[in-house]
């Protein structure tokens, strides 16, 4: 079993940052691929990005591309989501997540993941 706990949420104006951050307990997520998504009110969960074991791969949802960067330091369980420029449309509960496996089609699907945060609410005002 992995614990996730994300933390780093607020309130920010449009144009400012944000870095998230998802510790784990329990087992060692170093062999994880993790996952951010998130879900705005009224909306379906979405993908955001996802990076590899390793850190050296990444995927990002195309709207996400140049203004996040997801991370992780695997001596620290931690992965995070630097968050910038940043628009009211970005306003959802954002959540990590692991899976066991790589690939676009794979972690793009929430499906896919086997264990998941309570999620930490972003908020972002024009």
């Known amino acids: 079993q992995v614990q996730l706990v994300e933390s780093g949420g607020g309130l920010v104006q449009a144009g400012g940052s944000l870095r998230l951050s998802c510790a784990a307990s329990?087992?060692?997520?170093?062999?994880?691929?993790l996952g951010w998504f998130r879900q705005a009110p009224g909306k379906e969960r979405e993908f955001v990005a996802a990076?590899?074991?390793?850190?050296?791969?990444?995927y990002y949802a195309d709207s996400m591309k140049g203004r996040f960067t997801i991370s992780r330091h695997n001596a620290k369980n931690t992965m995070y989501l630097q968050m910038n420029s940043l628009k009211p449309e970005d306003t959802a509960v954002y959540y990590c997540?692991?899976?066991?496996?790589w690939g676009r089609g794979v972690v793009t699907q929430q499906g896919n993941y086997n264990y998941w945060g309570q999620g930490t609410q972003v908020t972002v005002s024009s």
């Open positions: 329990g087992r060692t997520f170093s062999p994880y691929v």
């Open positions: 990076i590899s074991w390793s850190g050296i791969g990444t």
């Open positions: 997540a692991a899976a066991s496996a």
